[in-house]
């Protein structure tokens, strides 16, 4: 609504005199429910999360002083007792889905104690995939986005952990010293293309922030490969270049022509232009410091303001009728 009202601004419709009742109207200034509402949510996320921190500090304080038996058991207890609040609170979506993320909080906890108590956590990795493959049920009933995040998180932790421990000489055709970078591009950037594909079906998968998030995940990774390559001149650098380019286009031809998002070309155009800087300054060391820092600063500026009036011009096209 907040573009609609800009554009019935810009257009004369509302005047200096109707724009505080249209704001009332539009609801962009948030009623004292929408506060109330807030801050519920506010609360008991907090409640929820506190709770989860409270259980780790307990046992790290009292890890001396408790039998095997009573750690097992106060675990047990909490994550039994958030369970039967998902299932009971149902009608709740809010309280429900706090008892979701922090049962599987608990799962977390419950199996770091496990491996403490009778240490079977000499591999980190083996933990977070266990919590991982635990949590996955859970996750896909609630269909709540940060049950996914959480489970996302688990999946990159794991697959890093994973390929650190084992040190193997090639993975996915790449060297082991890019292999953790490009195997969390491939989880990030194949969960943003699941999700796309699977949000036009399924309403409860359409907040714009999930595709955010893993858009994010996707280009940083992508663009430090790049970044790393371009600043190792022993590393080949074809190939990176090749999926950075590709996943610019695919960006471009996604969210500009097929579905605008003004988000994700921002973040394309940031990739772009700290490759292009990156790129200039390696090919001119060498020249006299003065020049060197001049050239810099002009490609900076200019990469930058370029991006900018770019995404200007591309956004006043989307408001035009």
Known sequence: M?????????????????????????????????????????????????????????FAYN????????KFALVETCLIVSVVVYIKAEQHKLVANAAMITSCLLVGALLALFGQTYQTGADTWQLFTSWLVITTP??????????????????????????????????????FSD??????????????????????????????WMLHLLGTASGLIITYIVWSSLLDSGSDIA???????ASLASVYYFYRRRNLDLFMLAGGCLSLVLVTVTF????????????????????VIGSGLIAAVWLNNVQREERRP
Request: glycine letters at 4%; one cysteine or more.
């Open 2 to 58: 907040r573009k609609e009202l800009v554009d019935l601004v810009e257009s004369g419709i509302v005047t200096s005199d109707t724009i505080e009742r249209a704001k009332e109207l539009a609801e962009i200034k948030p009623a004292p429910q929408a506060w109330v509402h807030f801050f519920n949510q506010l609360f008991v996320w907090l409640g929820s999360l506190a709770f989860s921190l409270s259980l780790i500090f307990f």
């Open 63 to 70: 890890w001396a002083d408790l039998s095997r038996f009573a």
């Open 138 to 175: 859970w996750v896909v009933v609630a269909r709540f986005i940060p049950a996914w995040v959480l489970w996302l998180a688990l999946s990159n932790i794991s697959i890093a952990l994973y390929l650190n421990t084992f040190s193997a000489n090639h993975f996915l055709l790449f060297s």
């Open 179 to 208: 292999s953790d970078s490009w195997a969390l591009f491939l989880l990030n950037t194949g969960a943003l293309c699941v999700w796309q594909f699977l949000s036009a079906s399924h309403a409860w998968m359409q907040r714009k």
């Open 239 to 245: 190939m990176p270049m090749l999926v950075w380019g």
């Open 280 to 299: 200039v300054a390696q090919r001119m060391r060498g020249i006299d410091d003065l020049a060197y820092f001049l050239i810099l600063t002009v490609v």
